[in-house]
């Protein structure tokens, strides 16, 4: 059964102080099956971001649909109501960004915790969980009950990563999540990727360096400028392994 | 991004009514009205909030958004509207239409607010621990023990250090003022936190430990919040929704991330984009 069908998705800036209108991309369709793996590639500023900040509801869509077949049915992302979406981001839909928010004053581990913590796990359970994330992306031990505002950008990202990824999730949007990596982590993350992958969660991502993630990509879609409008090209590629 | 002429009009998507979310709202306002002379404080505002989410109300002076949570208290008479909230003993009530007594009830048992100014939420000549256990003298408890413990738990809860219990408030700096009146406000376990610019005042490392404590109470209670506030930076920290008044209408709703992110209206990317 499809997990996300995206059909004449189109999103424009309507900037009103310029009295413009920026269209960024337009007529974008694709299908995604649990464990699929689409990249999204295309030229800086062509509107990869966009397209996963739309599917999130981080932007406003402006023309087309998204239907996603949630655990409590079908759903277009589109279209739904802010609470609806609130639920499926706790839930379902996870996005990886490189820019933590770290909130002043709450410690890395704790942050890494809090989706578990909300959803009702206990909190030494949480905590362990959170442990065992940090390790696995190498953020040194010693820092764990630091804040991560003093944490360079690379110990940032890892907690960053760890946060998103810990909640089990259907649905992940990957917005750069290896810029300020070391070699060792993006390796580690393509790892644990991997992993959720054969759990069945599907992911979407934009890469800097899309040759590290793919050995895990089954699709992709191109953005290209086409007469003036972005239109997605999209490419079954062959499983690799 | 590709500037284009041949873009047809842009037309946002309309959204759907909740389907997943199988709760009822906790909180339902239409058409709040509050005329203050020739003023109109608040112009026909609805208002919808669904149990555990945290609300944010945005907008700069004058926008009306301390008179909306006035009338969500019940503090204030409207000059219309309807509001209903889904507590036992008043599901389908307009609560406006409450007399005093149901009204004052209402307020002790299920609501809690937080002022700006620690004074208007708090007594100044009694302790800390006596302000929280003034909410259970109002419910008629009258024993000692009890209501020492309630006062307990609730500053616990609001992260207030226990061995200051007895301190008057004017011991006391701004945020463990405010810490007494989130424990006052949340005494009785009401359903809807109101709060009202809780942390302008602050200094910004007060503010910071002060949001972290509202985040972590809504995580391990469930409480709904409606938080007002002119500083985005605090909305963008809590509210899961926002909405953004001007003059006392409502200019625009939606996930707290997408009205920062992309304003739709033109006052909100003013306001937006004015932040340094």
Same mark, same amino acid.
Request: proline share 0%; glycine share 12%.
């Given at each position: 059964m499809t997990l996300l069908d995206v059909k004449d998705y189109a999103k424009v800036f309507e900037i009103h102080h310029l009295g413009r209108r920026i269209g960024v991309f337009e007529n974008l369709s694709f299908e995604l099956y649990p464990g699929d793996f689409l990249l999204v590639t295309g030229p800086n500023g062509i509107g990869k971001s966009t397209l996963l900040r739309c599917l999130y509801r981080s932007y406003r869509p402006t023309a087309g649909a998204a239907h996603y077949q949630s655990h409590y049915g079908e759903i277009d992302l589109a279209r739904a109501a802010d609470v609806d979406i609130t639920l499926l981001r706790r839930e379902e839909i996870g996005f990886v960004t490189q820019f933590l928010r770290p909130r002043p004053r709450v410690s890395a581990l704790e942050l890494v915790a809090e989706p578990l913590l909300t959803r009702g796990w206990a909190w030494e359970e949480a905590i362990q969980e959170a442990s065992d994330w940090l390790e696995a992306f190498g953020l040194k031990t010693d820092i764990w009950h630091a804040y991560p505002t003093t944490f360079s950008g690379g110990e940032q990202q890892k907690v960053n990563l760890a946060r998103a990824l810990i909640s089990p999730r259907r649905l992940l949007l990957l917005d750069e999540p290896t810029a300020s990596l070391d070699a060792e982590t993006r390796a580690a993350l393509v790892e644990r990727l991997d992993r959720l992958k054969e759990q069945g969660v599907a992911m979407i991502g934009v890469f800097h360096q899309p040759e590290e993630v793919m050995v895990l990509v089954d699709k992709e879609i191109r953005l290209e400028p086409t007469n003036g409008c972005v239109r997605g090209i999209e490419k079954e590629l062959a499983v690799c392994g | 991004m590709q500037a284009t002429s041949r873009v047809n009009a842009v037309s946002t998507i309309s959204l759907d009514p909740p389907r997943l979310i199988t709760m009822q709202p906790l909180l339902r306002a239409r058409g709040l009205t509050k005329r203050y002379g020739r003023v109109t404080a608040v112009a026909d505002v609805d208002v919808e909030v669904y149990p555990g989410e945290l609300l944010g109300i945005v907008g700069e002076s004058g926008s009306g958004k301390s008179t909306l949570l006035r009338l969500l208290n019940l503090e204030e008479p409207p000059d219309g509207g309807e509001y209903y909230l889904d507590i036992p003993g008043y599901e389908? &009530?307009? #609560?406006?239409? #409450? &007399?005093r007594f149901h009204r004052r009830e209402v307020r002790i048992y299920h609501i809690g607010i937080v002022y700006q100014y620690p004074h208007l939420g708090l007594r100044m000549r009694y302790t800390s621990s006596g302000n929280v256990a003034e909410r259970l003298i109002m419910t008629g408890e009258r024993t000692f023990a009890a209501m020492r413990q309630t006062a307990r738990d609730s500053l616990a809860a609001s992260e207030f250090p226990l061995d200051r219990m007895d301190d008057l408030p004017f011991k006391l700096s701004g945020g463990m003022q405010q810490r007494v009146q989130l424990a006052k406000a949340i005494a009785l376990k009401p359903r809807l936190l109101l709060l009202d610019e809780p942390t302008s005042g602050l200094d910004v490392s007060v503010q910071a430990l002060v949001l972290d404590t509202l985040k972590r109470l809504q995580r391990e209670t469930g409480i709904t919040m409606v938080i007002v506030s002119h500083d985005l930076g605090v909305i963008r920290t809590l509210a899961d929704r926002v909405m953004v008044m001007r003059q006392g209408r409502l200019i625009e709703t939606g996930l707290a991330d997408q009205v920062l992110e992309d304003p739709q209206k033109a006052y909100t990317q003013q306001l937006v984009h004015a932040k340094l």
């Open positions: - | 389908g &009530d307009n #609560l406006f239409e #409450l &007399d």
